[in-house]
């Protein structure tokens, strides 16, 4: 059980497009999800945190118009990276958890590796 | 605020043998949860073990067990009999707050397996 699943694992655009990632709990209701951003070797960083059917609560210094983050649905976030530049290049991973489980545990999706160019 | 402190950036164990990884932490909240999460190659991140803060009992899973001093605020694992897959990056966090509670990670560190 809590299994998370992440989409697509990896993805290679051009500097200027948008990317969307997608974030899906497969046998658990995620009242909330979170993204994180992670840098080789280093730990991860919480971007922000949404709750279905509300608007994302992002961390300090993290551009609400440059990381679009939807939480539709019980089971699916997106994070949409718009006009993708090189800088914005690095591992982002998902996590969801029901809060009607034990203890606020967080499920990780496997991660999404973007390389922008 | 919430922060952990993981001040082994490296460590390395023999194969069967016993490995402890420290972390400290600090919190505002009265309520709040302790995990250890491992990260192999694949970046997976992996749940290893989960500390209620109300519990005084320490948690165990398997070969992994952990020391948690409330009053000191220290929550170290240990690993028993270590194999070549508990290779991987651990990283401790804790969890605190209500309902928009964060999850704050340890800088982690890099556990290294040797035959």
């Known amino acids: 059980g809590a299994v998370v699943s992440q989409h697509p694992s990896w993805v290679i655009c051009k500097s200027g497009t948008s990317v969307k990632i997608e974030c899906r709990s497969l046998?658990?209701?995620?009242?909330?999800m979170f993204w994180y951003r992670q840098f080789p070797k280093q730990s991860l960083m919480l971007m922000a945190t949404?709750?279905?059917?509300?608007?994302?609560?992002?961390e300090q210094g993290v551009e609400k118009d440059k990381f679009l983050i939807n939480h539709a649905s019980l089971t699916l976030s997106t994070l949409t990276v718009t006009s993708a530049h090189p800088e914005d290049s690095s591992f982002y991973i998902c996590?969801?958890?029901?809060?009607?489980?034990?203890?606020?545990?967080?499920?990780f999706g496997p991660g999404t590796r973007l390389l922008v160019l | 605020a919430q922060t952990v402190t993981q001040s082994q950036p490296e460590m390395s164990v023999q194969e069967a043998e016993t490995v402890t990884l420290s972390c400290t932490y600090d919190?505002?909240?009265?309520?709040?949860?302790l995990f250890w999460y491992k990260q192999p190659p694949s970046r997976q991140m992996i749940l290893v073990i989960r500390?209620?803060?109300?519990?005084?009992q320490n948690a165990t899973e398997n070969r992994f067990s952990v020391n948690f001093q409330k009053a000191a605020k220290s929550f170290s694992l240990k690993i028993s009999d270590s194999q070549l897959g508990d290779a991987a990056m651990y990283f401790c966090?804790?969890?605190?707050?209500?309902?928009?509670?964060?999850?704050?990670f340890g800088q982690g560190t890099i556990l290294t397996v040797h035959p």
């Open positions: 996590s969801a958890s029901d809060r009607q489980g034990a203890g606020k545990t967080q499920y």
């Open positions: 046998d658990f209701q995620a009242t909330t």
């Open positions: 949404s709750n279905e059917g509300s608007k994302a609560t992002y």
């Open positions: 919190t505002s909240e009265s309520d709040y949860y």
């Open positions: 500390q209620e803060a109300y519990k005084q």
């Open positions: 966090a804790v969890f605190g707050g209500t309902s928009y509670g964060k999850l704050t």
